[in-house]
């Protein structure tokens, strides 16, 4: 689904902003980690948006659990 993938590019992203752009800019190494922790978080409520109804819903066997 479109949403996955959006999540999928923003933790691709999370990684860049973590791992390499603090190579290319060192200066800038606070605000990298910042815009790596936004866009997991971002990714992260992304993934429960399209999940919880899949996670909450009652089984499609019916049994408990």
């Known amino acids: ?3 996955i993938k959006t999540s999928f590019i923003l933790v691709f992203i999370a990684a860049i902003s973590r791992v ?5 800019i060192p200066s800038a190494v606070p ?3 910042w ?3 936004g866009t997991v978080c ?10 919880i109804p899949y996670l909450t819903s009652t089984r499609a066997d019916g049994r408990p659990g």
């Open 31 to 33: 605000e990298l980690y």
């Open 1 to 3: 689904t479109p949403i």
């Open 20 to 24: 390499i752009m603090p190579i290319i």
């Open 42 to 51: 971002a990714s992260f409520l992304l993934f429960l948006y399209q999940y």
């Open 35 to 37: 815009i790596a922790t």
